[in-house]
């Protein structure tokens, strides 16, 4: 398993230019960090978990870090959330979808029959319950910080008997395939972003997502749908909306939004406008290109001239010029 100090990949050798993704070597992660051209060629560095991977952005260790942030069927990766809700100024500088399916490995001379314990990653766990409730329904299960670190475990610890991994495992580890596509959903994706400190907001590309996280005002009738509101008044649509425990008592959450827009749109500006008047806790996390780039359409009067013209006409009646 890597440690800080001891990188997989490629030697981080200045800080500066250095990606931080959750290894090691042969991770969804890091498949999803081969995407970035801006990557290819520096040194990567492999880490065990969300926290580690945002401290090595915080800290200026790297320049920016891969993370899983959704799953087509497990939902949110909470702890992706709730880091990005406590580490203040980081932002998404980009998404990355990775088609997601497993195998079920073992040592060699392992069969079905022998395995009691399983280990896998939490996520990777949760997308294999169908065939483990029917080939295995009363397994045990352990939980690995990474599905290539669950495999790898197989050598070391003696307690799992078989791993949850990305089929390219075996070109990492002599391991034995026992069943192939074990997936609840063959088409599963996982969702990732690029995080960085701080950054100026690149230019809209015309698709684009914003992402946002947003607590309540109170504890009141229709505080949600008023939030709710803000977006559709201006025509922004959601892409993503979760709620998260913000954890200092029983029902209090915070909600993670995707929006469908840049913060340079007029339609998305205006929404946050009205989001900070409402919300006593508001997270600009980015606005950065959408992985799939289908440009967002926006009909006329959610346009950028129709706010630009409605700003023009207010002006001028403050300026006494007839309407
Ligand atoms: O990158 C990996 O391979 C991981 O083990 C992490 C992770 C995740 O955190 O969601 C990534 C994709 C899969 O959906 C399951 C696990």
Known sequence: MPTRDQPTSRPATAASD????????????????????????????????????LDDVVSGRSVAAMIAIENSVEGGVSATQD???????????????VPVNFVFV???????????????????????????????PSHGHI???????????????????AAIAPPNITKHHDLVV???????????VTRFVLVSRTV??????????TSLI???????AGALLEMLEQFATRGVNMSLLESRPIGDALGRYRFVIDLDGHILDE?????????????????????????????????????????????????????????
């Open 18 to 53: 250095t990606y931080s993704f959750l290894g090691p070597a042969g991770t969804f992660t890091e498949a999803a960090l081969a995407q970035v051209p801006e990557a290819a060629g520096k040194p990567w560095r492999s880490v065990n978990n969300v926290g580690e991977a």
């Open 83 to 97: 880091a990005l809700a406590n580490v203040p100024n980081l932002r998404i500088i980009g998404e990355y979808l």
């Open 106 to 136: 073992a040592r060699r001379g392992t069969t079905l029959a022998d395995v009691k314990v399983v280990n896998a990653h939490p996520v990777a766990y949760a997308q294999c319950h169908l065939w483990l409730d029917a080939v295995l």
């Open 143 to 161: 939980p690995a910080t990474s599905n290539v670190t669950a495999a790898a475990s197989l050598f070391e610890s003696g307690l799992a008997d």
């Open 178 to 188: 026992l069943a192939e596509d074990i997936g609840d959903n063959p088409s599963a």
């Open 200 to 209: 100026p907001t690149p230019a809209a590309t015309g698709a684009d997502k």
């Open 214 to 220: 947003a607590e309540l005002p109170d504890d009141r």
């Open 267 to 323: 339609r998305v500006a205006d929404a946050l406008l009205g989001l900070k008047r409402f919300s006593p806790n508001v997270t600009f996390l980015g606005s950065y290109p959408r992985a799939d780039r289908i440009r967002v359409e926006v009909t006329g009067r959610y346009g950028d001239d129709a706010f630009v013209d409605a700003r023009d006409w207010l002006r001028g009646l403050i300026a006494g010029e007839s309407d």
